[in-house]
């Protein structure tokens, strides 16, 4: 497997290596690691007290044509979902959120939406599978749906394999697969045995990959500006599926929430 590396570990590999005029360059870079990112060779150089031919010499001891290509690496990992830094602390989150808000939104299909919670709403059972980042996620899900209807589970369950599962996937089950990037090896896997099933997958963009072979596919907006992901997107869309899914059901999930209060009341397990 090829391992992609980000510029600061690749510095700090070759590290001892370096010549004093390409240290002063590392160290900076390593204090100011934005500036990958941020500034040109010629600022880089400016500021480590060196020449643009010294800057473009050491982003090539590094392994990259030029600080460009570095730049662009860089990107691309933070792009896969590596924590990298892309932005100044300056960084709007309340701005960076709506922005993903609004992608995620605008980008999706209300035919699809309806049909999609229609589906939830009237299945004999509902499917929810997530792995890493996606299944706390999945979970939430699942806490949502289940208060409205009946026979809504979660894959994997703790410790299990999925075989078993999958191989009982019901003719009219609906199966909702989450998974945002850096998805685990066995996602492929996994698509690839729920071909010809009711399967909707809720992705960021690089998931679109799997188009043709799931039945839905949305979209949600994570951001490339910080190091972490955003999942408010994700988390608002389910959200909204799940006030859909309480719509379609009516009488019957009025039924069913009051039946559960009546659970938690009796059990006493909610704070009054």
């Known amino acids: 497997m090829t391992?992609?590396?980000?510029v600061l570990s690749l510095i700090e590999k070759t590290y001892p290596t370096l010549s004093p005029s390409a240290r002063a360059i590392a160290n900076?870079?390593?204090?100011?690691?934005?500036?990958?990112?941020?500034q040109t060779s010629a600022e880089i150089a400016e500021n480590t007290h060196?020449?643009?031919?010294?800057?473009?010499r050491f982003f090539r001891q590094l392994g990259y044509d030029s600080q460009q290509g570095a730049k662009q690496a860089q990107l691309a990992l933070r792009e896969s979902g590596v924590p990298i830094y892309t932005q100044g602390s300056s960084l709007d989150q309340t701005a960076q959120e709506l922005k993903n808000l609004s992608l995620t939104f605008e980008g999706l299909r209300p035919d699809t939406l309806n049909e999609i919670s229609e589906q939830l709403a009237t299945a004999r059972r509902v499917t929810l599978i997530g792995f890493r980042n996606a299944y706390p996620l999945a979970l939430h899900f699942r806490q949502q749906l289940q208060q409205v209807?009946?026979?809504?589970?979660?894959?994997?369950?703790?410790?299990?394999?999925?075989?078993e599962d999958l191989h009982d996937i019901l003719d009219d089950e609906v199966i909702v697969l989450l998974g945002f990037r850096r998805r685990t090896r066995q996602f492929k896997q996994i698509v690839?045995?729920?071909?010809?099933?009711?399967?909707?997958?809720?992705?960021d963009p690089t998931g679109q990959v799997y188009n043709q072979q799931v039945s839905h596919v949305l979209v949600c907006h994570l951001g490339n500006e910080s190091p972490f992901d955003s999942y408010a997107a994700p988390m608002s869309l389910i959200s909204m599926l799940c006030n859909r899914v309480f719509a379609n059901l009516g009488d019957g999930a009025n039924r069913q929430t009051q039946a559960i209060s009546a659970l938690y009341?009796?059990?006493d397990?909610?704070?009054p």
């Open 149 to 163: 209807r009946h026979s809504v589970r979660l894959l994997p369950q703790p410790g299990q394999t999925l075989g």
């Open 50 to 56: 060196t020449s643009k031919a010294t800057v473009s």
């Open 265 to 267: 009341e009796s059990l």
């Open 28 to 38: 900076y870079l390593q204090q100011n690691p934005l500036a990958i990112v941020s």
């Open 269 to 271: 397990e909610l704070e």
């Open 192 to 203: 690839a045995a729920l071909k010809g099933r009711k399967t909707v997958l809720i992705t």
């Open 3 to 6: 391992i992609k590396q980000d």
